[in-house]
């Protein structure tokens, strides 16, 4: 079983920086895929930012210039520097990883959840 431990949330003023770190732990052969995604009230769960399978990164476009994934494969984890947070950024972040749990099996996991806050 993998686990994945979302922390940084909280609540900031608009145009403020939080950084969200997320850690894989568990039998893990390798991580295919680790990003973020979002979910504000009401609305469908959105990807944010990923790292795909091939290590390279997609955004959302309302995040591009202001959101950075950055990665410690030696750690398992995943980060997201969100600078200039506007009120529509606020919702709850979720960490998600494609995992390869066995040398023919993977699976996908999310984390619990860190709500991002931003006052205008």
């Excluded at 052969?29 to 009230?41: D, E, H, K, L, V």
Aim: hydrophobic residues 35%.
């Amino acid at each position: 079983q993998v686990q994945l431990v979302e922390s940084g949330g909280g609540l900031v003023q608009a145009g403020g920086s939080l950084r969200l770190s997320c850690a894989a732990s568990g039998i893990i052969f390798a991580i295919n895929a680790m990003g973020w995604y979002r979910q504000a009230p009401g609305k469908q769960r959105e990807l944010v930012a990923t790292f795909t399978s091939g290590g390279s990164t997609n955004y959302a476009d309302s995040v591009k210039g202001r959101f950075t994934i950055s990665r410690d494969n030696a750690k398992n984890a995943v980060y997201l520097q969100m600078n200039n947070l506007k009120s529509e950024d606020t919702a709850v972040y979720y960490c998600n990883a494609d995992v390869r749990v066995g040398f023919t099996s993977r699976q996908n996991y999310w984390g619990q959840g860190t709500q991002v806050t931003v006052s205008s």
